[in-house]
């Protein structure tokens, strides 16, 4: 796949599939993806291919007529899901879901449940709080109060891996690295939320 002429070449279905898989997951573009990319932008022909793609396949997932999985090919690793956790806030009510193709130890690692007991017991003001606590450790949270959110990992417990939380909101995403606190001892993710809809995901980086 190194011909210099390859960007003269139409987009292959196969290469048309894995772009929607990538935008509609909101996953970075692997290198043979931004060529793809870039062939896209000076083609009109593959470019229109490409929105009725996306507007298709958005559909019928959105119905729960197709798997978006079914788009890319199982073998190649550059599909592979690092999302471990999903946070939505719709209206400001936060809602946090392991990803259910984690396999079983990892799921437990990265289960969060809602504990409004745990705020109060902090002398916090619990209907101005939501948030969620690490089932294997509990100073591994996800809080939100007022407009920060905030994220804990208990370094004890997730020193093994690199993560990044990747913000949502309006259409747009930023990349926040996880960035050691000292003073609590554990990787901290800290935003300021403008909305109150928004979805924030922790992925593993992928190196
Ligand atoms: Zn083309």
Not at 154 to 159: A, R
Not at 170 to 188: A, D, S, T
Request: proline share 1%.
């Amino acid at each position: 796949m190194s011909g210099g002429d390859r960007d003269m070449e139409h987009l292959t279905q196969e290469q048309i599939n894995k772009l929607t898989y990538f935008y509609l997951n909101r996953k970075i573009l692997s290198d043979d993806l931004l060529e793809a990319k870039k062939h896209m932008v000076q083609c009109s022909s593959c470019y229109e291919e490409f929105c009725v793609s996306i507007v298709e396949a958005h559909e019928l997932a959105k119905k729960g007529l197709i798997d978006l999985k079914i788009l890319v090919n199982d073998n190649d690793d550059t599909v592979r899901d690092n999302t471990l956790v999903r946070m939505n806030s719709v209206a400001g009510k936060l809602q946090v879901a392991v990803n259910r193709m984690l396999d079983h130890t990892k799921a437990n690692l990265w289960s969060f449940v809602p504990e409004p007991q745990f705020a109060a017991a902090r002398g916090q003001n619990s209907n101005d709080m939501q948030i969620f606590v690490n089932q294997i450790s509990e100073y591994s949270f996800i809080s939100l109060q007022g407009d920060n959110l905030i994220v804990r990992l208990d370094v004890e417990y997730f020193k093994n891996g690199k993560y990044e939380a990747v913000y949502y909101e309006n259409g747009k995403e930023k990349i926040y690295p996880f960035l050691y606190n000292e003073v609590e001892e554990c990787l901290e993710v800290v935003i300021k939320v403008k909305d109150s809809d928004y979805e924030l995901i922790i992925r593993e980086c992928v190196l």
